[in-house]
Nanobody, 121 residues
């Protein structure tokens, strides 16, 4: 059983920063590619970033250069560091895990419950 628990969402001003956390087991990290997706009200779920088991990272075009995905040294947490935030970044952010995660949300096997990020202008 894979359990993903997000935290760290909140309200931030445009241009500010926020760090999201996804608690998971070391075993989960060893088995799956990990990723972040987001979904704004009335919109489709959107790929944000992924990290493979080998540490390769890839970002969606809208967040490239502003966000960073990484794992803590203890191996229990996946992070999404969000910098230079824009109002269009406002969404529920979801941690995800799967064998091979593509930009399509259908490629995801496991989802966290989501955490709300709101960026004010």
């Amino acid at each position: 059983q894979v359990q993903l628990v997000e935290s760290g969402g909140g309200l931030v001003q445009a241009g500010g920063s926020l760090r999201l956390s996804c608690a998971a087991s070391e075993r989960t990290f060893s088995l799956y590619t990990m990723a972040w997706f987001r979904q704004a009200p009335g919109k489709e779920r959107e790929f944000v970033a992924r990290r493979t088991r080998g540490g390769y990272t890839y970002y969606g075009a809208s967040v490239k250069g502003r966000f960073a995905i990484f794992r803590d040294d203890a191996g229990n947490t996946l992070y999404l560091q969000m910098n230079s935030l824009k109002p269009e970044d406002t969404a529920v952010y979801y941690c995800a895990a799967g064998t091979v995660i593509a930009a399509n949300p259908a490629s995801v096997t496991y989802w966290g419950q989501g955490t709300q990020v709101t960026v004010s202008s």
